[in-house]
């Protein structure tokens, strides 16, 4: 019986190390549908056919931090929001 992962194996350059898993909101960024003047990101984002603006304030240092464990940790990062919010953030 073959086994199934939410995960692929990990790639060559991070073989055998500790995966760190992040949730993306709360915890690296939060999220409003209601205006947020100093949002970091806008996102213009289809929602059962009604165009909705979603404001985004990225946590401080986040970029930083990222970068740090990405050198120590295979990342991953999940959400249980829709892809076509999570994506663009991820860029």
Not at 5 to 27: A, F
Not at 64 to 77: A, D, Q
């Amino acid at each position: 019986m073959a086994k199934e992962y939410l995960i692929g194996p990990q790639r060559r350059k991070e073989v055998g190390r500790k995966t760190l898993v992040l949730d993306l909101d709360e915890t690296l960024v939060h999220s409003s549908f209601k205006h947020v003047p100093n949002a970091d990101i806008t996102l213009q984002i289809d929602i059962d056919g009604q165009l909705c603006t979603i404001y985004v304030l990225v946590r401080p240092f986040v970029a930083e931090f990222l970068k740090r464990m990405s050198k120590l940790y295979e990342m991953v990062i999940f959400t249980a929001s829709l892809s076509k919010y999570a994506e663009p953030l991820m860029l």
